[in-house]
Nanobody, 122 residues
Framework: QVHLVESGGGLVQAGGSLRLSCAAS????????MGWFRQAPGKEREFLAA????????NYADSVKGRFTISRDNSKNMVYLQMSSLKPEDTAVYSC???????????????WGQGTQVTVSS
């Protein structure tokens, strides 16, 4: 019954932008901190961004600060990741997840989506 489904991934040229969406069902995201993570081939899952329950606070990894923006719309049960100035090294599977606390380690997130592929070409 609990599902998170990402969308919006695809192929984009370096320097371009993409907006990822995460649709939740089976639970109200207003009760959860929401985060975005990515995993590239051969690498561990990497924390990107998190947003608190009401969207008043955010936290970003240094590698994406100033380029990526996380947002949420609790009334629509949706979370977003706006990505700009994309680089080939941003190529990865991007996933959204929920946590009961304001933490940034993927071990502390309870529900996960299947991910959406983002490929940045040069």
């Amino acid at each position: 019954q609990v599902h998170l489904v990402e969308s919006g991934g695809g192929l984009v040229q370096a320097g371009g932008s993409l907006r990822l969406s995460c649709a939740a069902s089976g639970f109200a995201i207003s009760r959860y901190v929401m985060g975005w993570f990515r995993q590239a081939p051969g690498k561990e899952r990497e924390f990107l961004a998190a947003i608190t329950w009401g969207g008043t606070s955010t936290n970003y990894a240094d590698s994406v600060k100033g380029r990526f923006t996380i947002s949420r719309d609790n009334s629509k049960n949706m979370v977003y990741l706006q990505m700009s100035s994309l680089k080939p090294e941003d190529t990865a599977v991007y996933s959204c997840a929920s946590s009961t606390g304001y933490w940034f380690n993927p071990l502390f997130y309870d529900y996960w989506g299947q991910g959406t592929q983002v490929t940045v070409s040069s």
